[in-house]
């Protein structure tokens, strides 16, 4: 394993110049088995408590405390200045057993970060040389190593220009001449090395939300640390079925993100919580991190929060409420839980803006629900245009 991308959990700029350069980081031995196992538990727990359908991290009793994390918070700091926000933006796969979720992950190339001044759907990309400012953080509860299943990341990729990365144009390539048994394929390799994280239990990954990355990298048995495009392992793997290592188990793995308060977390918050159609309501349905319990512990580590994702949420089902001639009381019950986050709402760009807080403080003055009806219709209006 290279030793640039590796850093120990207690030496932070190791791990800030690590994912500064790189665009990632493996740091490892964060957590005990013993955290492992509680992680393991917490994740099986949840997923039966919620009847299968995990909400994000914080809203998850048993496993918040991982994102609470001081050794968290203090890499999250190292890498992102002061003040730090979560948004709602996190991931918790969990299977008994290998299924769909272990088999068929997303293992198309990509980027996460989106959003600019004139679009929120374009892939971010910066005129200067400056970083995205958000970070997604992973733990991995299998062993990627040894092992397929690991995250496939493009090194140096958050610093590239999206043409060549391969994102709106051709990316330019080399060949490789790949001969496994009697048979010989033609990989195309990216200029921007690619390589298989070597994540183990107990190890924290992170990446910056602007780095190419995909999921369930496959390691060739007889090359394991050759990394390469998931459409050269599907024609491998349909030629020689055995050509890879298996998988070590259920894919059980728990992400989440921190950004600062920067233009470009602005965009992509947006972009993320306006895209509310029935499934996301369903995805939002058992979100609570905006219960006064777990704000206070959000406080309490001094991490700032911003709730779009809930306020388009409670936005649209309170229109869809009103259009199917729901009685008053309900409504009301919705927009009392949605008031104090309209009221809490600030923005770190004046681009695409849910709504305008002063037009939105003016009238909570003389009319409270005028106000929340006046949020609503903004909202409502740009999830449409979205």
Known sequence: MPETYSAAFTDLEAIRNIAETHGFCLIKNVFSPEEIHRLSEGLANDHAAFGGALPEIMSCPSLRWAALDKRILSVARTLLPEPLYYYGESHLDFENEIGPRTLNPFSKPHIDARGSRDSLKPFWSSETDALFRGYRFAIYLQDYKNWSGGLLVADGSHKESLERLGIGAPAPATTLA???????????????????????????????????????????????????????????????????????????????????????????????????????????????????????????????????????????????????????????????????????????????SLFSAQTFDDMAREDEGAAANYAIDSVIAQNNAA
């Open 178 to 352: 790949l001969k496994i048994g009697a048979h010989t394929f033609n990989i195309s390799q990216p200029e921007t090395p690619l390589y298989i994280i070597p994540s183990e239990p107990g190890d924290l990954v992170v990446w910056n939300l602007r780095t190419l990355h995909s999921a369930g990298a496959r390691r060739l048995a007889a090359k394991p640390d050759l990394a390469m495009l998931p459409v050269f392992e599907d024609e491998i793997a349909k030629a020689i079925p055995n050509a890879f290592l298996p998988q070590p188990g259920p894919r059980n793995a728990i992400f989440f993100d921190y950004g600062t308060g920067a233009e470009e977390v602005d965009l992509y918050i947006k972009y993320r919580s306006l895209q509310v159609d029935q499934d996301r309501l369903v995805q939002t349905k058992d979100w609570s991190y905006d219960e006064p319990a777990v704000q206070d512990l959000l406080e309490a580590e001094n991490i700032n929060v911003r709730f779009d994702p809930i306020i388009a949420s409670l936005c649209v089902q309170i229109d869809m409420l009103k259009n199917e001639g729901a009685e008053e009381s309900v409504i009301a019950k919705v927009r009392s839980r949605l008031f104090p986050l309209l009221k809490q709402h600030k923005e770190f760009s004046p681009y695409f």
